[in-house]
């Protein structure tokens, strides 16, 4: 083989090994960051009830005035992995916390709006009050429950008017076995 050939063909090989390496470089590179909690309890609390959404939709001024109430839309808290020994009652309570409203007594605050609150009920409605246990809920080994309601109440009429715009609302939430 002449010279030449050789170089071509030496040329060929170290621009396609050069090309299939800018290409792995470009394929883009990234990250997985893993968080959690190892925690002593009876039961285990699903990814998804740790931090989750409860979108309350649209409602109008007017069907908060003068004190009302918008509709109750209902959350859940999964439970998994549950086992029972060392529990007396077999039962847990949630105990929400956040900040309150004095515009509507036992709300939880808006953040952005005015006049309103919301209103975090057991399923059954019985109304919960922030910072206080629920009504303990009877459970049993393996995958358990926990529904809550949660729904927009407008201030009194008495006391002011109800604003508009978009808001947000966090209530943090602790478990207890009994």
Do not use: W
């Not at 050789?6 to 893993?34: I, Q």
């Not at 740790?50 to 918008?70: A, C, E, N, T, Y």
């Not at 975090?120 to 009050?129: K, N, P």
Request: aromatic share 6%; proline share 3%.
């Amino acid at each position: 083989m002449n010279v030449a050939i050789k170089s071509a063909l030496a040329a060929m090989v170290l621009l396609a090994s050069s090309a299939s390496v800018v290409n792995a470089a470009g394929a883009g590179t990234g990250s997985v960051t893993f968080s959690g909690e190892i925690i002593e309890a009876a039961c285990s609390i699903t990814p998804e009830s740790v931090d989750r959404p409860v979108p309350l939709g649209s409602v109008s001024k007017s069907q908060l005035s003068g004190g009302g109430v918008g509709t109750k839309h209902y959350f859940d808290i999964e439970l998994i992995g549950c086992s029972l020994t060392g529990l007396t009652d077999k039962t847990v309570t949630a105990t929400f916390t956040g900040t309150g409203t004095t515009e509507v007594p036992g709300a939880l605050a808006l953040n952005g709006v005015a006049g309103a609150g919301i209103l975090l009920t057991e399923f059954d409605g019985t109304a919960i009050t922030l910072g206080n246990a629920t009504t303990p809920k009877a459970i049993t080994p393996g995958s358990n429950t926990l529904t809550f309601g949660a729904q927009l109440k407008g201030q009194s009429s008495t006391t002011g008017t109800v604003g508009t715009g978009t808001f947000t609302a966090v209530t943090h939430f602790a478990l207890a076995y009994q």
